[in-house]
C-alpha cells in the first residue's frame, strides 16, 4: 500500500546502469552471471460469501478487486478454523490472506480478539498502518512492544481487538502478565505469525517454546485460537510451522499473484590494484549469460592495473579484493545518481553505516544535492528515527538506503526499482526475500549480489546453479534443545504451575528437564503440580545466548548509544574496538564486563577492527557415527573453550592489517552439537601430506569447510564455528570439528553429518578451483580466524578432502549419506 509512483522507466534506468556497468573496463569482469527471471500472470478468486461486505469494499477501495487464488484458499481455511501456512513469494500479498479472515470475526465478533506477531517492531508498525488505512471504526488495532508508552499499554490491555507484537514482547510482557489480559485471551480467536522463516536455529527454537506456552495460557481462559502462519517460499512450509506451533498446520504454497520481469546479477569485486586482463576465474562459466543464456561478453579479468607502485596484500600475503561494502556503496552511489530507488543489503549495523557514509561521500563529488537523499537504516535507533526513515523511503524522499536485514522483511515499500545485496544473507530464502523488495509495485526489478571475499560467496557467484537452480531451505531449529527448553519451562511454571498434561505439550524432553530443574532447586514438586521457586521471574534472552546485555555508553557525555548481546560483546566492543552509530565513528576505551557496559569514545579511525579468538574443543559424547577406511565422522556433544586474546587493526578501504594488540578477557564455556571427521596417520601419508603440513592441511581444511556448510544447512558462518588439530587428545587422530555456534546446539551440525560427502565435495571442489597460490579469503583464510589464519597449507587441503571423499564417497554421482552405527 506504498505511495510511489515508480514506473517501468524506472527501471528502465536501473538496467541501463547495469549495462553500463557491464561494458564499462572497470567493472566488466565483475559480473559473472546475469539470469533473468520472467514475468508471470495472476490468477484471482472470488470474495468468500463470509466476508465482511465494508471490508472487502475498503480492499477494492485500495486496489484490490479480487483476491489471488492463494490468499483465498489461506483465508478459507483459517476461517474454518484450520491452522494452515501460506507461503508465497515476496510481495505476493500475504497480508491479504490472513486479514480477510481476522478483520472479519473481528468486525462480526464484538468479543473477539487477534494476535499478529511479527519478527522485528518496523513490521509490526507497518501492518498497522496498513490496517489503519482501511478505516474500519470497529477494529481497534495497536502495537505493543517496547516503544509503547505506559498509558496507552493500559489501553491496549483493555480495548484493543487487534494488537501487533513480537515474540519478545509476548515473552517478556504479555505472558508473564497474563491475569491483566484475561479478558482479551478468553476472546483470543486468531494468532498471526508473519514471516515466520526467520524463526530458525536458537531463536527459532525460543519462538517454538514462547508460543507452546501461549497455548497453555489460551486453554487456561478456555481459548483455542486458530494459527495463521506467513512465510517466504522455504522447503517442507508444513513441517517448519507444525514444529513452530506444535499444531498441525495446512500448507499453501502455489504463488498465483503476478510478478514483474527481474534481472539478477551475481557479481565479484576486484582484486585490489587490479585491472583488465586478469585471467579467467577456473570456477566461472565461459561467458557472461543473460536471459536467455545467449552470451553477451567474454568473461574477462582484472589484473594489476598499469602504474601501480604496489598491490595490497593480506594475511600470509594473499591477494586482496575489495570489500563487498565498498563495492555496493559505489553501485548505490551510481543507481540514485540515475534516480534509481535502491535498498543495500549488508550483514551488520557497522556495515550500513558504513555504506550509507561512503555512498553520500560519492555523490558529495558527482551529485551533491542527491547526498542527503541516502540513509542508513538498522536496529539500534530510537523509535521516532526508524519510523522517519521508513516514511521518507516510502514517499521516494529517500532514494537509497543501506539496511540490515530489519528491511528484508515485509515492510511494505512499494515502487523500489533495485536491490543490492553485499555478501550471500546465509539462506536462499533470505536472498531471495531481499531480492524480492525491488519491483513491489508490479514493474520489473534490478537485484544484484555482490560477493564477500568469502569461500561461499565465491562459490556461489561461479556457480550459477546453486543460486537460481535449487529450492530453497527448510527452517532449522530444536525446540527439544535442553538449554532451551529448561528457561521456557521455568517461565511456564511462573506463569502458571506446570501440569502433567503440560508437558505433554513441551515435547519428549519435558520431563526429564522438569526433574533437573527440581533437583536444582528451580522448581518444586507439590500435588498439584510444579511451582516456581524464586521470587523473581526467570530472565531469558530470547534472542541473545544468554547474559545481560552490554550496554554501549559514550563516556564524556553518558549518552547511551545501543546494546550488544553478552555473547558478542568480548569480540565487539573490546578495549580499543570501532563502533559505529548514526554516522559517527566511536572507539571503545573501556570494556565493564561486571557492569555490562562498554565505554566509548568519538574518534574518526581509518581503520576497523577485528577480534583473534583462541579456541579449544572437548569431546562429551559420541551419538552417532559413520566409519570407513581411515576416515570416522561422528555427530555429539562437545565442550568448546574460547578467549578473546587480541584484535587485529585493519584498513578501511583495503583490508590491509595495519597492526595487532592484545586482551586480556576470561575465558568462556559452551556445550553445543558438532560434526567431526578423524583420519588416520596412514591416509595422510598416502595422500603426501608431510608431518609440518599436517597443522596447515587441517586448518585450510576446516575453514572452508565452515565456509561452505550455508550451502547445507540453514545458517550463516558466523552461526558456527570450527576447530582442527593435527592430534587430538579425545580421538587420537588428526582431527577437523565445526560446531553450532550456540549453546546446547542448532540444528546446523546435524545438516553437515547428514549430507557429510555432498559437503566435503563442495568443500574441495571450492578450495582447488581457486586461483591463489597459496590461499586467500576466497578459500582457505577466514575473517573470524583467531590464529591469524596461521598455519594454513591449501594444496595439501585438497589433497586431503581428495583423500577423505575417496573412502568417504568413492561415487560421487550416488553421492551416499553416512552409514549411522
Given at each position: 500500500?506504498?505511495?510511489?509512483?515508480?514506473?517501468?522507466?524506472?527501471?528502465?534506468?536501473?538496467?541501463?546502469?547495469?549495462?553500463?556497468?557491464?561494458?564499462?573496463?572497470?567493472?566488466?569482469?565483475?559480473?559473472?552471471?546475469?539470469?533473468?527471471?520472467?514475468?508471470?500472470?495472476?490468477?484471482?478468486?472470488?470474495?468468500?460469501?463470509?466476508?465482511?461486505?465494508?471490508?472487502?469494499?475498503?480492499?477494492?477501495?485500495?486496489?484490490?478487486?479480487?483476491?489471488?487464488?492463494?490468499?483465498?484458499?489461506?483465508?478459507?481455511?483459517?476461517?474454518?478454523?484450520?491452522?494452515?501456512?501460506?507461503a508465497t513469494g515476496t510481495a505476493s500479498g500475504k497480508s491479504v490472506g490472513y486479514l480477510l479472515p481476522v478483520l472479519s470475526r473481528l468486525l462480526g465478533e464484538p468479543g473477539a480478539r487477534a494476535v499478529y506477531l511479527a519478527p522485528t517492531k518496523a513490521l509490526a508498525h507497518d501492518q498497522l498502518r496498513a490496517v489503519r488505512s482501511l478505516r474500519l471504526t470497529g477494529v481497534r488495532a495497536s502495537t505493543y512492544d517496547g516503544d509503547t508508552p505506559g498509558p496507552e499499554r493500559e489501553w491496549v490491555r483493555a480495548h484493543a481487538t487487534l494488537v501487533l507484537t513480537n515474540p519478545d514482547m509476548l515473552h517478556r510482557g504479555i505472558l508473564p502478565a497474563h491475569r491483566r489480559w484475561s479478558s482479551f485471551f478468553r476472546g483470543l480467536r486468531y494468532v498471526v505469525i508473519d514471516e515466520c522463516h526467520g524463526y530458525r536455529g536458537v531463536f527459532g527454537a525460543h519462538v517454538a517454546l514462547v508460543l507452546r506456552r501461549l497455548r497453555r495460557v489460551c486453554a487456561r481462559y478456555g481459548a483455542r485460537p486458530v494459527f495463521i502462519l506467513a512465510s517466504a517460499t522455504v522447503a517442507d512450509p508444513g513441517m517448519s510451522a507444525s514444529r513452530l506451533t506444535g499444531v498441525d498446520v495446512e500448507v499453501v504454497d502455489t504463488d498465483t499473484s503476478p510478478r514483474g520481469p527481474l534481472d539478477f546479477a551475481l557479481y565479484e569485486p576486484p582484486l585490489l590494484g587490479a585491472r583488465a586482463g586478469r585471467r579467467e576465474h577456473p570456477l566461472a562459466p565461459p561467458s557472461l549469460e543473460v536471459g536467455d543464456r545467449a552470451g553477451?561478453?567474454?568473461?574477462?579479468?582484472?589484473?594489476?592495473?598499469?602504474?601501480?607502485?604496489?598491490?595490497?596484500?593480506?594475511?600470509?600475503?594473499?591477494?586482496?579484493?575489495?570489500?563487498?561494502?565498498?563495492?555496493?556503496?559505489?553501485?548505490?552511489?551510481?543507481?540514485?545518481?540515475?534516480?534509481?530507488?535502491?535498498?543495500?543489503?549488508?550483514?551488520?549495523?557497522?556495515?550500513?553505516?558504513?555504506?550509507?557514509?561512503?555512498?553520500?561521500?560519492?555523490?558529495?563529488?558527482?551529485?551533491?544535492?542527491?547526498?542527503?537523499?541516502?540513509?542508513?537504516?538498522?536496529?539500534?535507533?530510537?523509535?521516532?528515527?526508524?519510523?522517519?526513515?521508513?516514511?521518507?523511503?516510502?514517499?521516494?524522499?529517500?532514494?537509497?538506503?543501506?539496511?540490515?536485514?530489519?528491511?528484508?522483511?515485509?515492510?511494505?515499500?512499494?515502487?523500489?526499482?533495485?536491490?543490492?545485496?553485499?555478501?550471500?544473507?546465509?539462506?536462499?530464502?533470505?536472498?531471495?526475500?531481499?531480492?524480492?523488495?525491488?519491483?513491489?509495485?508490479?514493474?520489473?526489478?534490478?537485484?544484484?549480489?555482490?560477493?564477500?571475499?568469502?569461500?561461499?560467496?565465491?562459490?556461489?557467484?561461479?556457480?550459477?546453479?546453486?543460486?537460481?537452480?535449487?529450492?530453497?531451505?527448510?527452517?532449522?531449529?530444536?525446540?527439544?534443545?535442553?538449554?532451551?527448553?529448561?528457561?521456557?519451562?521455568?517461565?511456564?511454571?511462573?506463569?502458571?504451575?506446570?501440569?502433567?498434561?503440560?508437558?505433554?505439550?513441551?515435547?519428549?524432553?519435558?520431563?526429564?528437564?522438569?526433574?533437573?530443574?527440581?533437583?536444582?532447586?528451580?522448581?518444586?514438586?507439590?500435588?498439584?503440580?510444579?511451582?516456581?521457586?524464586?521470587?523473581?521471574?526467570?530472565?531469558?534472552?530470547?534472542?541473545?545466548?544468554?547474559?545481560?546485555?552490554?550496554?554501549?555508553?559514550?563516556?564524556?557525555?553518558?549518552?547511551?548509544?545501543?546494546?550488544?548481546?553478552?555473547?558478542?560483546?568480548?569480540?565487539?566492543?573490546?578495549?580499543?574496538?570501532?563502533?559505529?552509530?548514526?554516522?559517527?565513528?566511536?572507539?571503545?576505551?573501556?570494556?565493564?564486563?561486571?557492569?555490562?557496559?562498554?565505554?566509548?569514545?568519538?574518534?574518526?579511525?581509518?581503520?576497523?577492527?577485528?577480534?583473534?579468538?583462541?579456541?579449544?574443543?572437548?569431546?562429551?559424547?559420541?551419538?552417532?557415527?559413520?566409519?570407513?577406511?581411515?576416515?570416522?565422522?561422528?555427530?555429539?556433544?562437545?565442550?568448546?573453550?574460547?578467549?578473546?586474546?587480541?584484535?587485529?587493526?585493519?584498513?578501511?578501504?583495503?583490508?590491509?592489517?595495519?597492526?595487532?594488540?592484545?586482551?586480556?578477557?576470561?575465558?568462556?564455556?559452551?556445550?553445543?552439537?558438532?560434526?567431526?571427521?578423524?583420519?588416520?596417520?596412514?591416509?595422510?601419508?598416502?595422500?603426501?601430506?608431510?608431518?609440518?603440513?599436517?597443522?596447515?592441511?587441517?586448518?585450510?581444511?576446516?575453514?572452508?569447510?565452515?565456509?561452505?556448510?550455508?550451502?547445507?544447512?540453514?545458517?550463516?558462518?558466523?552461526?558456527?564455528?570450527?576447530?582442527?588439530?593435527?592430534?587430538?587428545?579425545?580421538?587420537?587422530?588428526?582431527?577437523?570439528?565445526?560446531?553450532?555456534?550456540?549453546?546446547?546446539?542448532?540444528?546446523?551440525?546435524?545438516?553437515?553429518?547428514?549430507?557429510?560427502?555432498?559437503?566435503?565435495?563442495?568443500?574441495?571442489?571450492?578450495?582447488?578451483?581457486?586461483?591463489?597460490?597459496?590461499?586467500?579469503?576466497?578459500?582457505?583464510?577466514?575473517?573470524?580466524?583467531?590464529?591469524?589464519?596461521?598455519?594454513?597449507?591449501?594444496?595439501?587441503?585438497?589433497?586431503?578432502?581428495?583423500?577423505?571423499?575417496?573412502?568417504?564417497?568413492?561415487?560421487?554421482?550416488?553421492?551416499?549419506?553416512?552409514?549411522?552405527?
Amino acid at each position: 500500500m506504498g505511495s510511489s509512483a515508480a514506473t517501468e522507466r524506472d527501471v528502465a534506468r536501473a538496467r541501463s546502469v547495469l549495462s553500463r556497468l557491464a561494458l564499462d573496463g572497470r567493472r566488466a569482469a565483475n559480473i559473472t552471471h546475469v539470469e533473468h527471471v520472467p514475468a508471470r500472470g495472476g490468477r484471482t478468486a472470488a470474495w468468500p460469501d463470509w466476508a465482511d461486505e465494508v471490508l472487502v469494499g475498503r480492499l477494492r477501495a485500495a486496489g484490490i478487486d479480487q483476491p489471488w487464488v492463494h490468499q483465498a484458499q489461506t483465508a478459507q481455511a483459517a476461517h474454518e478454523g484450520r491452522d494452515v501456512v501460506l507461503a508465497t513469494g515476496t510481495a505476493s500479498g500475504k497480508s491479504v490472506g490472513y486479514l480477510l479472515p481476522v478483520l472479519s470475526r473481528l468486525l462480526g465478533e464484538p468479543g473477539a480478539r487477534a494476535v499478529y506477531l511479527a519478527p522485528t517492531k518496523a513490521l509490526a508498525h507497518d501492518q498497522l498502518r496498513a490496517v489503519r488505512s482501511l478505516r474500519l471504526t470497529g477494529v481497534r488495532a495497536s502495537t505493543y512492544d517496547g516503544d509503547t508508552p505506559g498509558p496507552e499499554r493500559e489501553w491496549v490491555r483493555a480495548h484493543a481487538t487487534l494488537v501487533l507484537t513480537n515474540p519478545d514482547m509476548l515473552h517478556r510482557g504479555i505472558l508473564p502478565a497474563h491475569r491483566r489480559w484475561s479478558s482479551f485471551f478468553r476472546g483470543l480467536r486468531y494468532v498471526v505469525i508473519d514471516e515466520c522463516h526467520g524463526y530458525r536455529g536458537v531463536f527459532g527454537a525460543h519462538v517454538a517454546l514462547v508460543l507452546r506456552r501461549l497455548r497453555r495460557v489460551c486453554a487456561r481462559y478456555g481459548a483455542r485460537p486458530v494459527f495463521i502462519l506467513a512465510s517466504a517460499t522455504v522447503a517442507d512450509p508444513g513441517m517448519s510451522a507444525s514444529r513452530l506451533t506444535g499444531v498441525d498446520v495446512e500448507v499453501v504454497d502455489t504463488d498465483t499473484s503476478p510478478r514483474g520481469p527481474l534481472d539478477f546479477a551475481l557479481y565479484e569485486p576486484p582484486l585490489l590494484g587490479a585491472r583488465a586482463g586478469r585471467r579467467e576465474h577456473p570456477l566461472a562459466p565461459p561467458s557472461l549469460e543473460v536471459g536467455d543464456r545467449a552470451g553477451v561478453g567474454e568473461q574477462t579479468g582484472v589484473g594489476e592495473r598499469a602504474g601501480a607502485v604496489s598491490t595490497p596484500r593480506g594475511e600470509n600475503d594473499a591477494p586482496v579484493r575489495r570489500a563487498a561494502t565498498a563495492e555496493s556503496a559505489d553501485l548505490l552511489a551510481d543507481l540514485v545518481t540515475e534516480g534509481v530507488r535502491t535498498l543495500v543489503f549488508v550483514r551488520s549495523r557497522r556495515a550500513a553505516e558504513i555504506v550509507a557514509a561512503a555512498a553520500r561521500r560519492g555523490l558529495d563529488e558527482v551529485a551533491p544535492e542527491l547526498a542527503a537523499r541516502v540513509a542508513a537504516y538498522r536496529a539500534g535507533y530510537l523509535a521516532e528515527e526508524r519510523r522517519d526513515l521508513e516514511s521518507r523511503l516510502r514517499t521516494g524522499e529517500l532514494l537509497g538506503v543501506a539496511a540490515t536485514s530489519a528491511l528484508e522483511l515485509g515492510v511494505d515499500i512499494s515502487g523500489l526499482d533495485a536491490t543490492v545485496i553485499a555478501g550471500f544473507p546465509g539462506t536462499l530464502a533470505s536472498l531471495w526475500q531481499q531480492a524480492g523488495r525491488a519491483g513491489r509495485a508490479g514493474q520489473g526489478a534490478l537485484a544484484v549480489l555482490v560477493a564477500r571475499d568469502d569461500p561461499l560467496d565465491t562459490y556461489l557467484v561461479h556457480h550459477p546453479a546453486t543460486v537460481f537452480g535449487r529450492p530453497v531451505e527448510a527452517s532449522v531449529f530444536d525446540p527439544d534443545n535442553p538449554y532451551v527448553l529448561m528457561p521456557h519451562l521455568e517461565c511456564a511454571a511462573s506463569e502458571l504451575p506446570l501440569t502433567d498434561e503440560d508437558l505433554v505439550l513441551f515435547g519428549t524432553g519435558a520431563r526429564a528437564a522438569v526433574d533437573d530443574l527440581v533437583r536444582r532447586g528451580r522448581l518444586r514438586r507439590r500435588p498439584t503440580g510444579w511451582f516456581w521457586t524464586q521470587r523473581q521471574r526467570p530472565d531469558v534472552d530470547i534472542r541473545g545466548a544468554g547474559g545481560s546485555p552490554v550496554r554501549i555508553v559514550e563516556a564524556g557525555t553518558g549518552r547511551l548509544l545501543g546494546t550488544v548481546d553478552a555473547a558478542t560483546s568480548h569480540s565487539t566492543v573490546h578495549q580499543g574496538a570501532v563502533y559505529l552509530h548514526q554516522g559517527a565513528t566511536f572507539v571503545v576505551a573501556e570494556l565493564d564486563l561486571e557492569d555490562s557496559v562498554a565505554f566509548v569514545e568519538a574518534a574518526s579511525p581509518d581503520w576497523t577492527t577485528v577480534a583473534r579468538e583462541h579456541t579449544d574443543i572437548s569431546i562429551v559424547e559420541s551419538t552417532r557415527s559413520a566409519r570407513f577406511a581411515d576416515v570416522e565422522i561422528h555427530l555429539g556433544t562437545v565442550e568448546v573453550t574460547s578467549q578473546v586474546v587480541g584484535f587485529q587493526r585493519r584498513r578501511l578501504a583495503t583490508g590491509e592489517i595495519l597492526g595487532q594488540e592484545p586482551l586480556d578477557l576470561p575465558p568462556r564455556q559452551l556445550r553445543t552439537r558438532a560434526v567431526w571427521y578423524t583420519v588416520t596417520a596412514e591416509l595422510l601419508a598416502a595422500a603426501g601430506i608431510e608431518p609440518a603440513d599436517v597443522p596447515g592441511a587441517v586448518h585450510a581444511a576446516e575453514h572452508a569447510a565452515i565456509g561452505l556448510l550455508p550451502l547445507f544447512a540453514t545458517c550463516d558462518r558466523w552461526d558456527i564455528g570450527g576447530v582442527s588439530t593435527a592430534l587430538h587428545p579425545d580421538t587420537g587422530r588428526t582431527s577437523v570439528f565445526v560446531y553450532d555456534g550456540h549453546a546446547g546446539g542448532a540444528g546446523f551440525a546435524e545438516r553437515g553429518f547428514l549430507r557429510v560427502a555432498s559437503w566435503l565435495r563442495a568443500t574441495r571442489d571450492a578450495v582447488a578451483a581457486c586461483e591463489c597460490p597459496a590461499g586467500c579469503p576466497s578459500c582457505v583464510q577466514s575473517p573470524k580466524c583467531g590464529n591469524g589464519n596461521e598455519p594454513l597449507a591449501k594444496a595439501a587441503a585438497v589433497r586431503l578432502l581428495d583423500s577423505v571423499l575417496t573412502a568417504v564417497d568413492p561415487d560421487p554421482a550416488k553421492a551416499p549419506k553416512p552409514r549411522e552405527e
